[in-house]
């Protein structure tokens, strides 16, 4: 895999998603985190930024340049199929966008869309909306600091799980996941991968630990029947999430799904998930 790295998160950034907001700086090797719980702030879905949570999140800052990374609540991702992904720029941009426009109810005009080519077949969409994006850059705005850095939680995990450059670079490709589970509220975003590519990937909303767990089995058999691909590993990434991890591998293992375990080396970009 051949994207997302060549990039380097800066020494302080802000982790927002539901209902919460994460400040991370780095202080020699080590990062240190401080939880921030506002809810105005995370959604970024207005632009009514209440100066004294501004003024609170202001001074646990400092000067230098920062990075903000968001969970997938906030982005829509597709991972698109080619039989030969074209050389030229500018036709294979085109062919992406109808591709997209194809498959995407709403209307594209109203989202920043980038993509990424995953190797030679696969490419990975993802759209953020633009009312999102200048919210965001208003908080940076407000709170006084230059904005230099802009990421996805789900990425970031491709990244550091798929990416040829990343702390767990030294891992065999035998010993990583065949896919993930990222988990925020109760929402699920779902990551399979076959040599090393995201090849699928898919995002929805849950009630219950049994309704979540009949999502991920479900997901799995589809894998298998559409793809002729056998998961049988897995790692579980979760945040501000009720449901215990424990009895999520529980049940799972019931399946023949193997949990793999990271250490958290996780957290030494996102604080805020635990394994």
């Given at each position: 895999m051949n994207i997302f790295n060549k990039y380097s998160l800066p020494n302080q950034f802000i982790f927002a998603g539901n209902d919460y907001l994460y400040i991370t700086q780095k202080d020699k090797s080590k990062y240190i985190t401080n939880n921030v719980n506002y809810k105005s702030l995370s959604t970024f879905d207005n632009n009514n930024y209440p100066d004294e949570e501004i003024s609170k999140i202001r001074l646990l800052l400092n000067s230098n340049p920062t990075g903000i990374v968001l969970n997938s609540s906030f982005f829509v991702f597709n991972i698109l199929k080619f039989e030969k992904i074209p050389f030229n720029k500018k036709k294979l941009s085109s062919i992406v966008n109808w591709r997209i426009e194809k498959i995407f109810p709403e209307d594209q005009?109203?989202?920043?869309?980038?993509?990424?080519?995953?190797?030679?077949?696969?490419?990975?969409?993802?759209?953020?909306?633009?009312?999102?994006?200048?919210?965001?850059?208003?908080?940076?705005?407000?709170?006084?600091?230059?904005?230099?850095?802009?990421?996805?939680?789900?990425?970031?995990?491709?990244?550091?799980?798929?990416?040829?450059?990343?702390?767990?670079?030294?891992?065999?490709?035998?010993?990583k996941p065949d896919f993930f589970i990222e988990l925020w509220g109760n929402s699920a975003t779902i990551v399979f991968q076959n040599k090393l590519t995201p090849f699928y990937i898919r995002k929805f909303i849950f009630l219950n630990k049994e309704e979540l767990e009949s999502e991920i089995e479900k997901t799995v058999k589809y894998i298998k029947s559409s793809y002729s691909l056998l998961p049988k590993s897995y790692c579980l990434f979760k945040n501000n999430s009720d449901i215990e991890g424990k009895d999520i591998h529980r049940d799972l293992s019931k399946s023949g799904l193997i949990k793999i375990d990271i250490e958290n080396k996780f957290s030494r970009f996102i604080k805020g998930v635990s394994l």
């Open positions: 005009s109203l989202y920043i869309h980038q993509f990424y080519i995953l190797n030679t077949e696969y490419i990975l969409s993802v759209l953020i909306r633009k009312e999102t994006k200048k919210s965001i850059d208003n908080f940076f705005f407000k709170l006084g600091v230059k904005q230099a850095y802009f990421g996805s939680s789900t990425i970031e995990l491709i990244n550091l799980l798929y990416g040829s450059s990343n702390p767990l670079k030294s891992l065999t490709s035998s010993k």
